[in-house]
């Protein structure tokens, strides 16, 4: 899938296509419906479809000391949109010159006249341009002058109401893996690239493959049963920790992921893990030798809840 950005024009053959158009932080089952009916009314009409997203979130443009909130990276993105059957993915770079088109410039010149969209879906809750002043009863209207038809997805819902990323955030937030995982419709994956550490694991029988946190929102610190997607497409096992590790100083917040029945260096190379269960908060030890017997029952218990965890 070709990976394409609002700088430039689109390539003459994506031209003509049909646009699903919102940020798609997490992809979730709302996300889905809306790029599942872009795919559709594409290939009924044999045109290409584009997924656009924006880079960083505005959210992180207007307020760039909130904390990290991100349920997804580009890459991830990109793979998602690919496998729900895109073409490709148009990333708009939001930055100043973005943050200050109006929302009529915005469908004539960055959709229209950049994208080449003939057609664009879009949540029914979506809103664009200068200060949100456009939303989709304004984009019907202006679209309808340049040939631009387009649809609202009217949002996913639950018993609990409309599936969001916020909902998703506040799970995750609060350890609630299983929630997360329903509404996402697969485990919250963080990816990264294996760095070297300090190699304490290693002394007490448990070396970790560790991955910065980055712009990733933060899970409830603690213990979790975790499966690796390795960079050759193997799936290990696994238990990991996010937080700060109390019992060592100075505190480093990483992601360590201890892979059972593995012996292999990963250094340098990236993963891709995915958070399946909570099992207990990160805790203090007062000795290696209770953090240890702690780790082989957190091991144990990992073991247990993957056997039958979401596959």
Known sequence: MERLTCDQPVPDALRGGVVALGNFDGFHRGHQAVVGAAVARGRAEKR??????????????????????????????????????????????????????????????????????????????FTFGKGRGGNVALLAQIGAALGLSSEAVPAVTDEQGPISSSRIRDALIAGDCDTATRLLTRPYRIAGIVQHGDKLGRTIGFPTANIALGNYLRPLYGIYAVRARLADGRVIDGAANIGIRPTFDPPKELLEVFLF???????DQPIEVEIVSFIRPEAKFDSLEALTQQMQADCAEARARLEHAFP
């Open 48 to 125: 290409p479809v584009l997924v656009a997203s924006f880079d960083p979130h505005p959210v992180r443009y207007f307020h760039p000391d909130t904390p990290p909130f991100r349920l997804t990276t580009l890459d991830q993105r990109a793979a998602l949109f690919a496998e729900a059957g895109a073409d490709a993915m148009l990333v708009f770079n939001f930055n100043a010159t973005l943050a200050a088109v109006s929302a009529e410039t915005f469908v004539t010149d960055w959709l229209v006249g950049r994208a080449g969209a003939v057609h664009v879906v879009t949540g029914e809750d």
């Open 261 to 267: 029945d593995f012996a292999e260096s990963l250094y």
